[in-house]
């Protein structure tokens, strides 16, 4: 599968693939050939960049699971105005990595906040605080949780393809990042945590934590 997101890249670059066929078929000059190559390969990087293959979420109701594919870069305790008292996990997506993000667990966003800002490399750890990010609030029940998307360097469009009041499923695909980025996760300190710092982590497939 392919995000949706990917079309506005595809067509366009699709399009001049085909236009500069039928030139080079006219008009065989090297320089057609040139960009018509240069034109298919950046095709073929927007086609394997925008990936999106299907995940198997694993079972069990207080099992949470990662929102991006990646490396986790830093764990910290912290209090969280939304969640309290909180553990926050921070995915560090490179250039090479799926960029779909998949929802921690079951839970309704209450709030959507999105902050303009920097595009500092993204496992800087002032990416956290001046970077250009999108925030979401989610609750289930007396369980309250919270992801942050976080444009990197050369990511500088986020996208988040969910609304306010909707109900989401543990899993389910809520947005993604262009070309390199970084997800927080800000769970409940009751979570048990089952990665570490360095662990590799695959979206609504691996297991970060589990409630208590």
Wanted: glycine residues 8%; charged residues 20%.
């Amino acid at each position: 599968m392919i995000a949706r997101d990917s079309y506005r890249f595809i067509l366009p670059l699709a399009s001049a693939a085909l236009l500069l066929t039928l030139g080079v078929v006219i008009w065989p000059l090297w320089v057609l050939r040139l960009l018509l190559w240069l034109d298919l390969a950046g095709l073929a990087f927007v086609i394997w960049f925008f990936r999106d293959p299907a995940r198997r979420v694993p079972p069990g109701a207080n099992l949470l699971v990662a929102p991006a594919d990646g490396r986790v870069i830093a764990i910290r305790a912290l209090r969280d105005p939304f969640v309290g008292a909180a553990q926050q996990i921070s995915i560090f997506m490179n250039l090479f990595s799926v960029h779909v993000n998949r929802m921690v667990a079951d839970g309704v966003v209450e709030t959507i906040q999105h902050q303009p800002g920097r595009f500092l490399t993204a496992f800087q750890h002032n990416a956290l605080t001046q970077n250009e990010q999108t925030r979401l609030e989610l609750r289930e029940g007396d369980r309250c949780f919270a992801l942050i998307q976080i444009a990197g360097l050369i990511a500088r469009r986020i996208v988040c393809s969910v609304q306010v009041g909707e109900h989401l499923a543990r899993g389910q695909r809520f947005g993604l990042i262009r070309f390199g980025s970084r997800v927080e996760v800000i769970v409940p300190a009751a979570v048990s945590l089952r990665v570490k710092v360095g662990d590799r982590v695959r979206a609504g497939e691996t297991i970060i934590g589990e409630l208590r």
